[in-house]
């Protein structure tokens, strides 16, 4: 066991206090996606879900930031998550044909855009605005995929 590395605790509440949330959400997203041993390059997402105005109403709405499809955690800013409105993805998922066809949903979340934003969101978004949780992260870190991937991955995850 003397070879072994802990992971350390890298939040730094005297930055994360000068955020607002979409810029928390950049922080917590680079500092998990910097560290290669719980995450690959370009893997995992990241979300929050966020009170906002809405431009056309003034009304405060809850919004999804969830990272953009293909970007990577470690080096994303706020410009790379795209931006949907929750009650309109919640409202999907009464047609949500579930996993085997989700590629079919990403065709609408366009449909759903907050703010005119032009960020593509992550395939996994049903995942990020379904699950009754205000932060969402998955990471895809080398080591559970090739567990995963293995012949015997199953029984060893179980």
Same mark, same amino acid.
């Given at each position: 066991?003397?070879?072994?590395?802990?992971?350390?605790?890298?939040?730094?509440?005297?930055?994360?206090?000068?955020?607002?949330?979409?810029?928390?959400?950049?922080?917590?997203?680079?500092?998990?996606?910097?560290? *290669?041993?719980?995450?690959?390059? +370009? $893997?995992?997402?990241? %979300?929050? /879900?966020?009170?906002?105005?809405?431009? @056309?109403?003034?009304?405060?709405?809850?919004? *999804?930031?969830?990272?953009?499809? +293909? $970007?990577?955690?470690? %080096?994303? /800013?706020?410009?790379?998550?795209?931006? @949907?409105?929750?009650?309109?993805?919640?409202?999907?998922?009464?047609?949500?044909? +579930?996993?085997?066809?989700?590629?079919?949903?990403?065709?609408?979340?366009?449909?759903?855009?907050?703010?005119?934003?032009?960020?593509?969101?992550?395939?996994?978004?049903?995942?990020?605005?379904?699950?009754?949780?205000?932060?969402?992260?998955?990471?895809?870190?080398?080591?559970?995929?090739?567990?995963?991937?293995?012949?015997?991955?199953?029984?060893?995850?179980?």
């Amino acid at each position: 066991m003397s070879g072994l590395k802990y992971l350390e605790d890298r939040w730094d509440d005297s930055i994360a206090s000068k955020l607002d949330e979409p810029e928390l959400l950049r922080y917590r997203s680079n500092l998990l996606g910097s560290d *290669l041993r719980i995450t690959n390059f +370009g $893997g995992g997402n990241t %979300s929050s /879900k966020i009170d906002q105005v809405d431009p @056309l109403t003034g009304q405060t709405v809850k919004v *999804l930031w969830v990272k953009g499809s +293909g $970007g990577d955690l470690g %080096s994303i /800013k706020r410009a790379g998550f795209a931006t @949907l409105y929750m009650d309109r993805l919640l409202s999907m998922e009464k047609i949500y044909p +579930g996993v085997a066809r989700e590629d079919e949903m990403v065709a609408m979340y366009p449909l759903i855009t907050f703010g005119n934003n032009p960020v593509a969101a992550s395939i996994d978004t049903p995942l990020h605005g379904y699950l009754p949780f205000p932060h969402v992260d998955h990471l895809h870190p080398d080591w559970g995929i090739a567990l995963a991937a293995s012949s015997n991955g199953k029984e060893k995850m179980e």
